[in-house]
């Protein structure tokens, strides 16, 4: 387990007036122990009893 800040910032473009973007940095060892790469990327995000997951999209 690490910890992290989300950092928070405007949405730009098109994004309503008060509109906030999220984002946080995942480390490395975790993102290739998912099998992410440049070429697959894609992930499933979802949330379970106050918990984010994050999971490697299989490609059927």
Same mark, same amino acid.
């Given at each position: 387990m690490v910890e992290?800040?989300?950092i928070m910032g405007k949405a730009g473009g098109t994004a309503g007036k008060n509109s906030v973007n999220y984002k946080i940095s995942l480390p490395a060892e975790?993102?290739?122990?998912? =099998?992410?790469?440049?070429?697959? *990327?894609? !992930?499933?995000?979802?949330?379970?009893? =106050?918990?984010?997951?994050?999971? *490697?999209? !299989?490609?059927?």
């Amino acid at each position: 387990m690490v910890e992290r800040n989300i950092i928070m910032g405007k949405a730009g473009g098109t994004a309503g007036k008060n509109s906030v973007n999220y984002k946080i940095s995942l480390p490395a060892e975790m993102v290739k122990e998912l =099998g992410v790469t440049q070429e697959d *990327k894609s !992930v499933l995000v979802s949330f379970s009893n =106050g918990k984010i997951i994050i999971e *490697k999209k !299989v490609n059927a």
